[in-house]
T-cell receptor, first 114, second 113 residues
Framework: GDSVTQMEGPVTLSEEAFLTINCTYTATGYPSLFWYVQYPGEGLQLLLKATKADDKGSNKGFEATYRKETTSFHLEKGSVQVSDSAVYFCALRGYGSSASKIIFGSGTRLSIRP | EAGVTQFPSHSVIEKGQTVTLRCDPISGHDNLYWYRRVMGKEIKFLLHFVKESKQDESGMPNNRFLAERTGGTYSTLKVQPAELEDSGVYFC???????????FGNGTRLTVT
């Protein structure tokens, strides 16, 4: 079945460092891909998404490109801030009968030091 | 607009007891989902309501879990009797269309001792 694998955390970086959180997926067809973020004490929020191959999703300085050839959707940010500290989840959604479910990865906790 | 709200935010119960979690979706959202995250692992799908009907309940772990959505508004998820492995964070989400963006609540952290 469909699945998402993302790098295990926790990841600790200094402010202004470059961030990469790896995510790969297994799915039939052409799923939509997402990154969700959970800030402390809050619910999950959609950070960005891409719906087809080579699409780039971006938001709040974060980017991720849908790579069909490598089945990847790595999250990147050029210069992280303390306020980016959160748990990040990579996810996919199929279509047809699978469209009702979002499949999540295990989450990566990111901590940014001032 | 008010977001998805979940009650309680935390619940601590003993093994064998019953707990009921509640989710109020965004007004007008016909689609309501339950997910849970156990022991820091991946967030797993439990079930999907369209209005009051269960569209997909393939993720429900066993018959100790009962979800309802009477009247197609708020939903409850009852765990009876609770076991230690049920501990985790239970998330509710809603969307206007079945394939539309999900809006998540803050979750209910359940601890079974």
């Amino acid at each position: 079945g469909d699945s998402v694998t993302q790098m295990e955390g926790p990841v600790t970086l200094s402010e202004e460092a470059f961030l990469t959180i790896n995510c790969t997926y297994t799915a039939t067809g052409y799923p939509s891909l997402f990154w969700y973020v959970q800030y402390p004490g809050e619910g999950l929020q959609l950070l960005l998404k891409a719906t087809k191959a080579d699409d780039k999703g971006s938001n709040k300085g974060f980017e991720a490109t849908y790579r069909k050839e490598t089945t990847s959707f790595h999250l990147e940010k050029g210069s992280v801030q303390v306020s980016d500290s959160a748990v990040y989840f990579c996810a996919l959604r199929g279509y047809g009968s699978s469209a009702s479910k979002i499949i999540f990865g295990s989450g990566t906790r990111l901590s940014i030091r001032p | 607009e008010a977001g998805v709200t979940q009650f309680p935010s935390h619940s601590v119960i003993e093994k064998g007891q019953t707990v009921t979690l509640r989710c109020d979706p965004i007004s007008g959202h016909d689609n309501l989902y339950w997910y849970r995250r156990v022991m820091g692992k991946e967030i797993k799908f439990l079930l999907h309501f369209v209005k009051e009907s269960k569209q997909d309940e393939s993720g429900m772990p066993n018959n100790r879990f009962l979800a309802e959505r009477t009247g197609g508004t708020y939903s409850t998820l009852k765990v009876q009797p609770a076991e230690l492995e049920d501990s985790g964070v239970y998330f509710c989400a809603s969307s206007q269309a079945a394939g539309g963006p999900l809006h998540f609540g803050n979750g209910t952290r359940l601890t079974v001792t």
